[in-house]
């Protein structure tokens, strides 16, 4: 079982749709979330952090449930630029230090 | 600054070849990574260096060798490539535990 999981997609959404993807994590150690945009032949790119008490930035919002170890990630009015894959990562103090990475969730917006 | 820097962007080898893909940052980041992506799998990590002069194994080393040349510098070397090898190579780096990774463009490399 990969250590960070997340459903592959794809999201195929119309703009101005609402959607959320999550992120299971099973490492209990971990204390660092984050959400990475990749584009197609591209490197991933921080799209946020994902904190404990949850953070918005404009029409993204990220949530952590520590209880039942995974992250969320919000897309609110989505547009045609939104279309993109999402990797959640997720690392563990202590030693060294190795972010895991789920494999992406591919989000198609469509007009 | 320019950030995280991968050469060469594309390399074409033949089975048994041997080459070094370079990387550097020029943020004075302490640790630094290299993964290969390929379809469907994500990023599995290859190598990582903790720190300058050190270096470990990731999930997917067999095949490939490293150098932390010093702090800016981590290169990974093919002794001799294999098909499987055939992958998107990303480097990345971190200033402290807990950060955000800064990833390069990647090198994209097959072999036939």
């Known amino acids: 079982r990969k250590e960070v999981e997340q459903d592959p997609g794809p999201f195929n959404v119309p703009e101005g749709a609402t959607v959320a993807f999550n992120c299971t994590y099973s490492?209990?150690?971990?204390?660092?979330f984050f959400w990475y945009r990749q584009d197609c032949r591209k490197e991933p790119k921080l799209l946020m952090s994902?904190?404990?008490s949850g953070n918005e930035d404009g029409r993204f919002t990220a949530q952590l449930n520590r209880a039942s170890q995974y992250i969320s990630l919000l897309i609110r009015d989505s547009k045609l630029s939104d279309s993109a894959t999402y990797l959640c990562?997720?690392?563990?103090?202590?030693?060294?230090?190795?972010?895991?990475f789920g494999r992406g969730t591919s989000l198609i917006v469509h007009p | 600054n320019a950030g995280v820097t991968q050469t060469p962007k594309f390399q074409v080898l033949k089975t048994g070849q041997s080459m070094t893909l370079q990387c550097a940052q020029d943020?004075?980041?302490?640790?630094m990574y290299w993964y290969r992506q390929d379809p469907g799998m994500g990023l599995r990590l290859i190598y990582y260096?903790?720190?300058?002069?050190?270096?470990d194994k990731g999930e997917v080393p067999n095949g490939y060798n490293v150098s932390r040349l010093n702090k800016r510098e981590f290169s990974l070397r093919l002794e001799s490539a294999a098909p499987s090898q055939t992958s998107v190579y990303f480097c990345?780096?971190?200033?402290?535990?807990?950060?955000?990774?800064?990833f390069g463009p990647g090198t994209r490399l097959t072999v036939l």
């Open positions: 994902v904190y404990s």
């Open positions: 490492n209990s150690a971990s204390q660092s």
């Open positions: 943020m004075n980041h302490n640790s």
């Open positions: 260096s903790a720190s300058e002069g050190t270096t």
């Open positions: 990562a997720t690392g563990a103090s202590g030693g060294s230090y190795i972010p895991t």
């Open positions: 990345a780096s971190i200033l402290l535990q807990g950060d955000e990774q800064f």
